[in-house]
T-cell receptor
Framework: SQELEQSPQSLIVQEGKNLTINCTSSKTLYGLYWYKQKYGEGLIFLMMLQKGGEEKSHEKITAKLDEKKQQSSLHITASQPSHAGIYLCGAGRYNNNDMRFGAGTRLTVKP | DGGITQSPKYLFRKEGQNVTLSCEQNLNHDAMYWYRQDPGQGLRLIYYSQIVNDFQKGDIAEGYSVSREKKESFPLTVTSAQKNPTAFYLC?????????FGEGSRLTVL
């Protein structure tokens, strides 16, 4: 079974709306990585979080890692059709050399 | 340009045949990975290699084999022992946890 649980599994939002995707681990994370995938393509790195309480932003996407380093959220502000795709969180079990991923959240943005 | 290249992009094979998927990177990364992606299941780790001539099994290694004779190359063989090989296969490389992915190889076994 997946060690990283993502929710929701899929999400449909109207363009301009905000949304949040969550990623939860049962174990303390050494590092948490967010990726985006367009259907049938490879993954593109978005952000990396390592410290408890850390928050990073890139354009309209903000990711946070909680203080206990077991849960992360990805927030998109004023969503656009270009944000559509599958968002996956990833983490390594030990020192990030054996990266595993959550099942992904499929985001659809309706114009 | 630096990057990671997978080939072929699409592959059709008959049941019982072995298939080798190519993965080449010129990013000078030590670590390389193979993942399998099925609809609704995210990525599952097949094998990974942290250094030349060494590799470790991931969560679903049965029916697959790999080699790491060169730093740049990490080919994956899908053997006839793999019971359900039809899937999308992704190769990645990285040094610090940030992974760079290829465009994927879609294997269909008829």
């Amino acid at each position: 079974s997946q060690e990283l649980e993502q929710s929701p599994q899929s999400l449909i939002v109207q363009e301009g709306k905000n949304l949040t995707i969550n990623c939860t681990s049962s174990k303390t994370l050494y590092g948490l990585y967010w990726y985006k995938q367009k259907y049938g393509e490879g993954l593109i790195f978005l952000m990396m979080l390592q410290k408890g309480g850390e928050e990073k932003s890139h354009e309209k996407i903000t990711a946070k890692l909680d203080e206990k380093k077991q849960q992360s959220s990805l927030h998109i502000t004023a969503s656009q059709p270009s944000h559509a795709g599958i968002y996956l969180c990833g983490a390594g079990r030990y020192n990030n050399n054996d990266m595993r991923f959550g099942a992904g959240t499929r985001l659809t943005v309706k114009p | 340009d630096g990057g990671i290249t997978q080939s072929p992009k699409y592959l059709f094979r008959k049941e019982g045949q072995n298939v080798t998927l190519s993965c080449e990177q010129n990013l000078n990364h030590d670590a390389m990975y193979w993942y399998r992606q099925d609809p609704g299941q995210g990525l599952r780790l097949i094998y990974y290699s942290q250094i030349v001539n060494d590799f470790q099994k991931g969560d679903i290694a049965e029916g697959y084999s790999v080699s790491r004779e060169k730093k740049e190359s990490f080919p994956l063989t899908v053997t006839s022992a793999q019971k359900n090989p039809t899937a999308f296969y992704l190769c990645a490389s990285g040094n610090t946890g940030e992974l760079f992915f290829g465009e994927g190889s879609r294997l269909t076994v008829l």
